[in-house]
């Protein structure tokens, strides 16, 4: 969540730190703002909206300055306005926060100035001015020992207009090494226009920068070196590539990221190789939002075929239900960015409990990643927009990959391998995707039914239809509708019927036919030549495919159907309102 940006060097600060800005939109904000240091003095310019409202305002900014932090704020203490945006000044320190700051009420009340804002990062700022006498890191170190919850900081100091200063806890933030010049940022896509080069700032470390040199810190003030990394990434992928929006572009590059994905994990006719699983207990999977309904894939699958017991489990139910664990289960948890805090958390407690943890994320060198037993990378690459497709179907495909293993089943991967020629016929039906959603895009409430694979799959496209459209959309498993919601059934509420696992198919038709019965208009996704006459209105078709590749076509197929009914809307399909990417807040 939120965006941080920061520069020092030779250069104009303003210019790169709203071109970072700009870069890290995806992330979901609602206020931004910048702070310019020089000549013993920091502007501030701040906004509710967007960095383009920013923009407005830079024409009053000093000539230049070659140092500066940028924010884009997603609100959690206090209304999206320009007081509440960030940066926050408290007498000579100035800093921008992604993060929570959990004592907050404790330090308001001891502290003797009160904050001008309702945020909790402006009693951080007060803090680290009240402890500074003159030394930065002393004030930053003797600070973070009193600062509770998580943040990523980026802080200037009046007297000290040519140093930046970073710290991180729990909370993403990387470091940006350039030629005379360097960085902080909350992702990478902010800085591959200007370097490749970067750093990861582990929990607790402190980072100095000036120009020339950049010097990193331990919590507990020892001075450490650390291997400097290099992006893979590229800044065309982080770029639209011609489509309308990066959810669109992001949608049609499934087929190439599944293809990466399957290949980096299924070799020579072998199945990870190299990995062994020896699992004795249960396995539980361990995730939000979109990661967690790959999770109910994954957990049908790893059922279904190895018949080993499988949980699913929302992560931030997970960390506060005192789970019963056992050394013998395997932990699996998820998460695109490797940053999501709840699934943190969840690992944190299965490891200080000794239980096996395996994380699947998409981000290399994330806090899940580096802190989970083992790690499987999704190779779905940069995802901007908010909403997720092709993560979700990497998730998906891996989770898979991983349940034949288990089952030792080896043969039914030549259908996982054929899935991207698969994927880019469904592709092809863009347009009536596009059709439909002129037909449903007027809909004030949506119901999404399936069994099995299918309820996993429903889950999936009633999510991704309601963060981008707005469109009050619920998943039901369809046997579960007599037992109450079936009640909300009348003449011409929208129904998506799933019916894409052939083994429940006769079962959940029979549930199709009661909302019909209802007055439903049925819209059902399902196989050439299924015989729905007389009980769907409309029909979207699977390509020819199996049991085992159907609920990742049919992903596709929401997805299209999702992208389309937003637009349809006018909605800002890449940025949908209250929406974060990266959830690094409770």
Known sequence: MCGIMGYTGDRDAKDILIGGLKKLEYRG???????????????????????????????????ISKTGIGHTRWATHGVPCKKNAHPHRAGRVVLVHNGIIENEKELRAELDRQPISDTDTEIAAILLDTLYNGDPLTAIFQAIKRLEGSYALGILFEDQPQTLYAVRKDSPLIVGRGNGENFIASDIPALLEHTRQYYLLNEGEVAVLTKERITFFTADGQQVNKEVLTAEQDLQSAEKGGYAHFMAKEIHEQPEAVQATVSRYYKDHTLFPGEEFNIQGTIRI???????????????????????????EIASEFRYNDPILSKEDLIIVIS???????????????KARGVPTLAIVNVWGSTLAREAD????????????????????????????????????????????ALPSLLERVLEQGEQCRALAQKFKQAHRLFFIGRGQDHAL???????????????????????????????????????????DRERFSKTLS??????????????????????????DDILTLPP??????????????????YYTAVERGNDVDQPRNLAKSVTVE
Not at 336 to 350: F, I, K, M, N, P
């Open 511 to 536: 549930n199709v036919k009661e909302v019909k019965a209802r007055g439903a208009t049925v819209l059902a996704v399902t196989y050439e030549n299924a015989d729905l006459a007389g009980v769907a």
């Open 545 to 562: 495919c199996s049991d085992l590749e159907a609920p990742m076509a049919g992903a596709v197929l929401l997805q299209l159907f999702a």
């Open 374 to 417: 083992r790690v499987f990378y999704t190779a779905a690459g940069p995802e901007i927009s908010v909403a997720t497709t092709k993560a979700y179907t990497c998730q998906a495909v891996l989770l898979y990959l991983l349940a034949l293993k288990l089952a030792e089943n080896e043969l039914a991967c030549e259908k996982i391998a």
């Open 336 to 350: 695109q960015s490797g940053e999501t805090a709840d699934s943190v958390a969840a690992l944190r407690l299965a």
């Open 29 to 63: 904000y609602d206020s931004a703002g910048i702070a310019l240091a020089a000549d013993g003095t920091i502007e501030i310019f701040k906004d509710e909206g967007k960095v383009a409202v920013l923009e407005k305002q830079l024409d009053q900014a000093m000539e």
């Open 286 to 312: 361990v995730a939000c939002g979109s990661a967690y309904h790959a999770g109910l894939l994954g957990k049908y699958a790893i059922e279904k075929w190895a018949r080993i017991p499988v949980t699913a």
């Open 458 to 500: 429903a889950c999936e496209g009633s999510l991704k239809l309601k963060e981008i459209s707005y469109i009050h959309s619920e998943a039901y498993a369809a046997g579960e509708l007599k037992h109450g919601t079936i009640s909300l059934i009348e003449e011409g509420t929208p129904v998506i019927a799933l019916l894409t």
